[in-house]
């Protein structure tokens, strides 16, 4: 029996229909592909780009580091250069190349430590003992076995704080030296989560009479107010008991707080 004309006819759309979705699936394959080699590629670009831009970055902290490392041991060459100045020198000149051999000392070791730990926060406490080490074997270097404790609270702070704070406490503790023949005290302090005191306190013969900080034109306390301003800090000045002693404290307040972050424990 033949076939009819209606049959033929719906054969053909059938195999027609069939040819289509063929050729279409066959071209979205072909899509599929040409896209799967492409993301590929795009992977592999991305790949080499990022170990492009990790090597400029490991060769970048090599050179920051180098350059660290020098200037840390240019520091440290002045200051021994001082310190054997000191030998040859009167009393009062001998004991002004201690103070400027200890500064020196101070600000490369405070930003060596900082810059390389190449961190964004700071364990103050930490790093004001490792400063105070450091300290304690340059200015007590009589027979009298004096030391610098540093106690209270830990907290971290920015890395851009650290610094100053470093050479402020640096300046009043080699300022305690001069004036006290006493063991010398660096207390820390949490005011709130944000705001912290910093405290040296000497047994000394106290402030004198009238003892205005802004009028004072010593090196080491413009280095001190100006750093204390720089940071938006308050520096305070108490003698103690019928003028015994002296303590001075600085407070200061954390920029863009962030309190768990922040603070380590007591």
């Known amino acids: 029996m033949g076939r009819t004309e209606s049959t033929i006819r719906s054969e053909f759309e059938n195999d027609s ?10 071209h979205q ?17 991305e790949e080499a780009l990022r170990k492009k831009n990790q090597d400029l970055l490991d060769r970048q902290r090599a050179r920051t580091q180098e350059f660290e490392h020098r200037l840390f041991n240019g520091l440290q060459l002045v200051a021994s250069m001082l310190l054997l100045q000191r030998r040859n ?13 200890a ?19 700071v364990e103050i406490k930490q790093h004001l003992q490792l400063l105070c080490d450091d300290l304690t074997g340059l200015l007590f270097h009589d027979a009298v076995a004096r030391h610098v404790v540093v106690d209270g609270a830990r907290y971290k702070i920015p890395t851009a704080l650290a610094v100053p704070i470093g050479l402020i406490v640096n300046e009043l503790i080699t300022n305690s030296v001069k004036h006290a023949n006493t063991d010398i005290t660096v207390r820390l302090d949490s005011i709130t989560p944000v705001s912290h ?3 040296v306190t000497d047994e000394g013969p106290g402030l004198p009479e009238g003892f205005d900080p802004d009028k004072s034109d010593g090196l080491g306390m413009q280095i001190v107010q100006a750093l204390v301003k720089e940071i938006g800090g308050d520096l305070r000045f108490l003698s103690g008991a019928k003028g015994h002693g002296t303590t001075v404290t600085l407070t200061f307040v954390l920029p863009n707080p962030e309190p768990a972050a922040v603070r380590v424990t007591h």
């Open 17 to 26: 229909r069939w040819l289509r979705v063929t050729m279409r699936d066959a």
């Open 29 to 45: 394959k072909k899509q599929r592909e040409l896209l799967t080699r492409e993301w590929q590629a795009s992977l592999m670009r």
């Open 89 to 101: 020198s009167t009393f009062a000149a001998a004991a002004q190349l201690t103070i400027a051999a």
């Open 103 to 121: 500064r020196i000392t101070a600000f490369g070791c405070v930003h060596r430590r900082v810059h390389l730990a190449n961190e964004d926060m």
């Open 197 to 199: 005191s910093i405290s």
